[in-house]
């Protein structure tokens, strides 16, 4: 069943609103004869793949994320993670001419809805058809095999309101169903997932990662996403946002709720309910408005999950897509609104390789 080296690269892509998300399956059992018989642009796209982490000013090869020694479609390999601004397309396709895709004549399997978009463009520059895929299909796909593939890639948040107590644990995810899968990207899609071909498409909502993004550049000035979570880090939203105890006066414990910041996060009566007074705005700081907008979309996406959840009987709530990377605030927050509303009932899992599950679940269809 095995396939010739000749019929590489393989690559799925997703190209999504904000970020083009790119796995690329770099085979390692290549025999002497078909290393003979591999054509030299083939070689050459390899060695520049995987020899480099950053791409230009704006790609980047998620190397943390590498799974090495893994089969697909009866070959050894290693599987590589990279991204880039769905804005740099243009430039994404000039570079892949300049290394020679244009002589390959490759068909790439795509999802989201730059594989529409952007169709015309991959067949006018570098020559490829895109072998075109649905979104949910691809998602769902992608993270059943990369969560069966992954001893360590499902986990939940121990403790998330105590900082020195909070870590990440491993979660048996083997007996899965139902499940409710909420991919934060952009916008935010809610699914509940019965099976391996059986789910559907419940909800969603618009404010979702681009809406924090977006507001965040507004508000602060930022102009990255790494920059508005950095700013968000060091801010306290309850400078912005109206609480219980503004409204009520007194303190928190006459509510019976915890003191620290991320319960307090959930105490909003609300966000950015103090922001009408011009005092309050004068005293407020750059990472407080992050830190409220991050607050303000993810106690939104919570909310939304959880009657989602509640509605459809389920337990188990999984959190994915890139508005959770390197977001460990918007991730607790979840795990800790999901358990306090719910009486421990409902529990928030995560995955290692959140935003990527399209892009590997195309690759996995290609040829089915
Ligand atoms: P989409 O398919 O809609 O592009 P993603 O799952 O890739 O969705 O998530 C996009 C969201 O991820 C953005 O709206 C932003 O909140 C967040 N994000 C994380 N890292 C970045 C980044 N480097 N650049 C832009 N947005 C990022």
């Known amino acids: 069943p095995c396939e010739s080296v000749n019929s590489m690269p393989w690559f799925g892509m997703d190209i999504g609103g904000s970020l083009c998300k790119l796995v690329y399956f770099e085979p390692k059992d290549i025999t002497r004869d078909e290393a003979d018989a591999e054509l030299e642009t083939l070689k050459n796209i390899r060695r520049y793949l995987t020899k480099n982490s950053a791409y230009g000013k704006t790609g980047h090869r998620d190397t943390h994320l590498q799974m090495d020694s893994i089969e697909i479609r009866g070959r050894r390999g290693t599987l590589h993670f990279i991204r880039f601004p769905t804005s740099e397309m243009g430039n994404f396709l000039a570079l892949a001419k300049s290394k020679g895709m244009a002589n390959l004549v490759t068909t790439v399997c795509a999802t989201g809805g730059g594989a529409f978009k952007f169709e015309e463009n991959f067949k006018k520059e570098v020559n490829m058809s895109l072998a075109k895929f649905d979104e949910l299909d691809s998602l769902i796909r992608g993270m059943l095999y990369i969560e069966m593939t992954n001893p360590r890639e499902c986990y939940y948040w121990s403790h998330p309101t105590e900082d ?9 995810f083997s007996k899965p169903y139902p499940f409710l899968l909420v991919n934060i990207g952009s916008g935010v899609s809610i699914l509940v997932v019965y099976g391996p071909n059986n789910y559907k498409r419940i909800s969603g909502t618009s404010l979702g990662g681009g809406t924090f993004l977006g507001l965040c550049c507004l508000l602060t000035g930022c102009n990255s996403f790494e920059e508005a979570i950095q700013l968000a880090t060091g801010g306290d939203n309850t400078r912005v946002d109206k609480l219980v105890k503004d409204i009520y006066g007194g303190d ?75 977001n460990p605030i918007s991730m607790k927050l979840l795990a800790y609104a999901m358990d306090y509303w719910s009486n421990g009932t409902m529990k928030a899992l995560f995955l290692e390789h959140e935003g990527y599950f399209g892009a590997v679940g195309c690759l996995l269809q290609f040829n089915n």
Do not use: W
């Open 252 to 326: 928190y414990g006459r509510f019976g709720l915890p003191g620290d910041l991320v319960a307090s996060s959930l105490l909003h009566v609300c966000s950015f309910g103090q922001m009408n007074s011009k005092d309050r705005r004068n005293a407020v700081s750059k990472e407080d408005l992050a830190r409220a907008t991050l607050v303000t979309i993810t106690n939104n996406i919570g909310s939304i999950a959880r009657m989602c959840a509640l509605n459809e009987k389920v337990e188990r709530v999984v959190f994915v897509g890139n508005f959770l990377r390197v």
């Open 164 to 172: 020195e107590l909070c870590h990440k644990v491993p979660f048996d």
